[in-house]
C-alpha cells in the first residue's frame, strides 16, 4: 500500500523544501499519496487514495483529461517511462489552474511508481524581474499561511500608479518600467517590520501589513501618504523626466473570516474608488460603496437587456408647454420613463447618468427621437406647428453620428425640421468642447432649434449662448420655486429674459406648479411654461385626451 510510512515521510520532508506538490503513484495497483498542501489547494479530498485514476480525473479540468490519459497509458505499458505534461487542475473554487507535472516511472519490485512532483505554474515565478518584488502568487500563499494562525489581523494596501497606460503610449514601455521600478523603490523604502511589498499585474503594487484591526484604516492611509510623499520626493530628485502619481485603496483583514480571493476584491474596489475620486488620493474599503457599485452593476445590466430585449419598459411620457400669453398648447417635452421588473418605476435622473457611463444613451436615445418624431407627425395633424422637445445627452452629441440619425429619421417621417427642438443641458462641455460646438452649429445649419436645458444651474453666460446658435433658453425650476414669495427670484428671472428678448432668444420658464407661481410667471415676459401646474409627463394617449381632445381649452 502507498500509505507505507517510507513514502509518507518522503512526502513530508519535500513539502518543507519545496513549493511544489511532490507524488507517489502506483500505476500497478492505481494507488496514489500527494502532499498534504495539495489538498488545500485543490479537489481533492484527501492525500492518499486507491482508485487513483478516477479521483484524479475529477479533479483535472476536463478539457485537459484527454491528453493525461494518453500520457498515462503510455507509462503504463512501458511505451515511455518519463512524464512531463502542462496541464489544468481544478483548486477549491473550481477553477483551473496550469500546473507543471513532471515525474519518473521506477520499478519497485513488481510495481510501476511514478514519483514526481506538480508545480503551479503561476508559482514558478516568484520575483517580478522589473521591480525585483515578490510577486502576486506569493502574497496568495503568504496570506494563506497567515490564515494558519488564529485571527491575524492588518491591512492590505493597493497602490496604482495614476494613467499609467499613458505613461506608456506616450514615452514607451521602457520609460514606464522605470516608472515602475521607482514606485517599487519608494514603497519599499517606507515600509516597517511586519509589512511586506509584491508587485501585482500592470501598475500595482501590494502592501500586505499586520496590524490592529481597529487602526488598520488609519494605519493604511499614513502608510499611503508616506509612500506618495517619497515618491514626489523621488521624481524632484532622480527622475525629473516623467510626473506622476499614485492612488491607494485599502482593507482591513481578519484571516479568520476573509478569504484572500474576497479580500483582494475588496482591495481592488477600494483602489477604483480612489481613482473614481479623481486619483492622487486614497479611499479605505466601504461595504456602502460597494453595494451601491453593484446595484449600479445591476441596473446597467437590467437597462442593457431592456435596451436589446426591444426597448422593453421604456415609454415615452409628454409634458405640454403652453404659449405664455394665450395659454394654448405649443407642444410638448418627450421624457423617457422606465418601468423594469426588477427596479420598478425608476427616475430617469437615476438612470440616464447610467446609460451614458455605458454610452447605452446612444441606442435608446436614437429611439426616444423616432418615438417623439412619430408622435410629433401624429400631432402636427391637429396643430400644424406643434413643436417637439427632445432631450440630447452629451454622449450622444460626442460620440455618435447625431445628426445623421436625426436627419433619417426626421426626413424618413417627413416632417418640418422647424418643427422640432433639441435640448441639450447646460455645462461645461458647452462652451470648452470644440466638437460640441460644430455638432450643435450644424443642427443650426440644418434647421433645427435648439434650447439650453436648467438655465441659471451651470455656466450661465448669455454671451456664450448666443454665440453657441441657441435660440431657446429653458429656465430652471430652481429659479422658479417660490417666486410668487421671493422676489429675489423674480427680479432675476425678469432681467434674464429682457436680455435673451434683446438676443432674439425666445425663454420658456419650468417648474410652474401653482396658481400662485403661474399668477407672478404671467408678468415676467416669457415665451412658454411648463411646469405640473398645466400638466405632468404623462403616456401619449392621455396627452392627447387632455390637450388635444375635442374641447381642449389648450387648443
Ligand atoms: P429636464 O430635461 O429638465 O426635464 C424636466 C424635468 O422636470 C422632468 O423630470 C419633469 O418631470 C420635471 N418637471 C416638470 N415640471 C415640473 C414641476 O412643475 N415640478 C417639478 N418638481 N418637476 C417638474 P424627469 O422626467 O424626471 O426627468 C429628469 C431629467 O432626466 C430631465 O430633466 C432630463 O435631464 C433627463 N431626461 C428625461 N428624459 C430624457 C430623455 O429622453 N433623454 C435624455 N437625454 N434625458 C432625459
Ligand atoms: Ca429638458
Ligand atoms: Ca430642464
Known sequence: MLGADKYIEFLSVMDECTDSYMFVFNLTDDEYLISEKAVDKFMLDGNSFDNATSVISSAV??????????????????????????YRWLDKQGNPIWIACKGRVVQEGEKKLLIGSITERGKKNKYDNITSLLSESVLESD????????????????????NFKKINEKYGTKRGDK????????????????????????????????????????????????????????????????FYTISGGAVAFDTSCDTYNHITDCMKFALHTAKLRGRNTFAPYSQEDYDAYIRKMDIQE????????????????????????SERLYGAEALIRWNNRVYGFMS???????????????????????????????????????????????????????????????????????NIVFEATESGELESNNAVKSVLNSFNNNCFRLAIDDFGTGYSNLR????????????????????????????LVK??????????????????????????????GADCIQGYYFGKPMPKDDFAEKFLGEGSKYL
Not at 65 to 82: F, R, T, W, Y
Not at 389 to 403: C, G, H, P, T
Open 495 to 524: 432681467y434674464i429674459i429682457e436680455m435673451a428678448h434683446s438676443l432674439n432668444i425666445n425663454v420658456c420658464v419650468e417648474g410652474v406648479e401653482t396658481e400662485e407661481e403661474l399668477n407672478k410667471v404671467r408678468n415676467l
Open 464 to 491: 456664450y449662448i448666443r454665440d453657441m446658435l441657441f435660440s431657446i433658453i429653458k429656465i430652471d425650476r430652481m429659479f422658479v420655486k417660490n417666486i410668487d414669495k421671493q422676489d429675489d427670484n423674480y427680479t
Open 302 to 325: 437590467e437597462l442593457r437587456r431592456s435596451i436589446i430585449n426591444n426597448f422593453e419598459g421604456f415609454e415615452v411620457y409628454y409634458q405640454p408647454v403652453i404659449r405664455a400669453g
Open 348 to 418: 430617469p435622473v437615476e438612470f440616464i447618468p447610467l446609460l451614458e457611463e455605458s454610452s447605452l444613451i446612444i441606442p435608446l436615445g436614437k429611439w426616444i427621437i423616432e418615438q417623439a418624431v412619430m408622435q410629433c407627425k401624429e400631432w402636427m395633424h391637429i396643430i400644424p406647428d406643434f413643436t417637439m422637445n427632445i432631450n440630447l445627452s452629451f454622449v450622444q452629441i460626442m460620440k455618435s453620428d447625431i445628426l445623421k440619425d436625426v436627419l433619417d429619421c426626421v426626413d424618413y417621417h417627413g416632417i418640418e425640421h422647424n
Open 179 to 242: 516608472v515602475l521600478a521607482g514606485v517599487a523603490k519608494c514603497i519599499t523604502e517606507c515600509i516597517e517590520e511586519g509589512q511586506k511589498v509584491y508587485r501585482l499585474k500592470g501598475d500595482e503594487f501590494a502592501v500586505l501589513s499586520l496590524g490592529d484591526y481597529d487602526t488598520a484604516m488609519t494605519d493604511a492611509k499614513e502608510l499611503y501618504k508616506r509612500i506618495r510623499s517619497r515618491i514626489d520626493w523621488y521624481i524632484e530628485m532622480k527622475d525629473f523626466s516623467s
Open 143 to 162: 496570506y494563506a499561511e497567515l490564515g494558519n494562525i488564529e485571527h491575524m489581523t492588518g491591512f492590505l494596501l493597493l497602490i496604482g500608479v495614476d
Open 61 to 86: 479540468y476536463p478539457p485537459d483529461l484527454g491528453m493525461l490519459v494518453v500520457d498515462v497509458a503510455k507509462l503504463q505499458s512501458g511505451q515511455s517511462n518519463m512524464h512531463n505534461l502542462e
